[in-house]
């Protein structure tokens, strides 16, 4: 089953323009991860984020956690074409593996 | 460099013969698992393993098998494949496992079976 749910389902926007997308979870988390996923290609990890943290920022990337709210967004900055992907946040189900939600699409323009 | 390698990339088979997808990583990462991904549906683990020769199933193990005979192999197995596993196939490594530690994707492996 799902644990997290990203929001939008799929995002398009220009090249330069920020890009945000939201993740909510069901239960209780340790920890979240997001990770990109170039069109069929393997996922490849972007950020960490543990339960006691709220923000935390990676070059171009910053990530908020609410957990009183069960949520989580991803913020891309000044994007660019080669944003373009799907993302995916990652929760812990229970401490034996990663659980997937169904991911954003994001196209950037140029 | 750190990497996990899957082969092949692409594999189209017939109902009924049996394949095997091979996954290796170079990492030493104790935790290994594989995952399908299907449109709609995300990315849902078949089958996950803690270390050598311990492995246990995930959410959709039903068709696959998979051995752990070495730390850093983790083949899975179809022994009689169906149309319904057509599917594109990851496999992912761990220093341990859950969200704590960052897991490393292979390219994937997408399968047709006819």
């Known amino acids: 089953s799902q644990q997290g749910e990203e929001d939008p389902q799929a995002l398009s926007i220009q090249e330069g323009e920020n890009a945000t997308m939201n993740c909510s979870y069901k239960t209780s988390i340790n920890n979240l991860q997001w990770y990109r996923q170039n069109s069929g290609r393997g996922l490849v990890h972007l950020i960490l984020?543990?339960?006691?943290?709220r923000e935390k920022h990676s070059g171009r990337l910053r990530v908020t956690l609410d957990t009183s709210k069960k949520s989580s967004s991803l913020l891309i900055t000044a994007s660019r074409a080669a944003d373009t992907a799907s993302y995916f946040c990652a929760t812990d189900a229970d401490g034996n593996k990663l659980v997937f939600g169904a991911g954003t699409i994001l196209r950037v323009k140029s | 460099e750190a990497q996990v390698t899957q082969n092949p990339r692409y594999l189209i088979t017939v109902t009924g013969k049996k394949l095997t997808v091979t996954c290796s990583q170079n990492m030493n990462h104790e935790y290994m698992s594989w995952y399908r991904q299907d449109p709609g549906l995300g990315l849902r683990q078949i089958y996950y393993s803690m270390n050598v020769e311990v492995t246990d199933k995930g959410d959709v193990p039903e068709g696959y098998k998979v051995s752990r005979k070495e730390k850093r192999n983790f083949p899975l197995i179809l022994e009689s494949p169906s149309p319904n596993q057509t599917s594109l196939y990851f496999c992912?490594?761990?220093?341990?496992?859950?969200?704590?530690?960052?897991?490393?994707f292979g390219q994937g492996t997408r399968l047709t079976v006819v």
């Open positions: 984020i543990r339960s006691n943290e």
């Open positions: 992912a490594s761990s220093l341990y496992p859950g969200v704590g530690a960052e897991a490393f």
